[in-house]
């Protein structure tokens, strides 16, 4: 088991940046891959970033390069989504998730990929 708290949302002006943190507890955090995924009112959650296990690779929505950058620090057991040049349509909840049993640098991009998930956390982009 592997327990995951997101902090850092928040309601920020359109142009503006956030960073996101979630902080695991449970297992060791280098045997799991990280992502952040989200969900918007009234559509589907979906796919933000990914990274490995040693942090080297990443993986990100189209959306979302370029603006968005994910870290993790395994001495502090947690990864990080540093979030710049926000829009309104980057308004949603944001969750970070876990995957255990990946090679090590493999990035997931699967909602069904993740075993373990936080309880999410809501940023705001106001126009």
């Known amino acids: 088991q592997v327990q995951l708290v997101e902090s850092g949302g928040g309601l920020v002006q359109a142009g503006g940046s956030l960073r996101l943190c979630c902080a695991a507890?449970?297992?060791?955090?280098?045997?799991?891959?990280l992502g952040w995924f989200r969900q918007a009112p009234g559509k589907e959650r979906e796919f933000v970033a990914a990274i490995s296990r040693d942090g080297d690779t990443t993986y990100y929505w189209s959306s979302v390069k370029g603006r968005f950058t994910i870290s993790r620090d395994n001495a502090k057991n947690t990864v990080y989504l540093q979030m710049n040049s926000l829009k309104p349509e980057d308004t949603a909840v944001y969750y970070c998730?876990?995957?255990?049993?990946?090679?090590?640098?493999?990035?997931?991009?699967?909602?069904?990929?993740?075993?373990?998930w936080g309880q999410g956390t809501q940023v705001t982009v106001s126009s």
């Open positions: 507890s449970g297992r060791t955090f280098s045997n799991f891959a």
């Open positions: 998730a876990a995957a255990q049993f990946t090679s090590w640098r493999a990035v997931l991009t699967g909602e069904y990929e993740y075993g373990y």
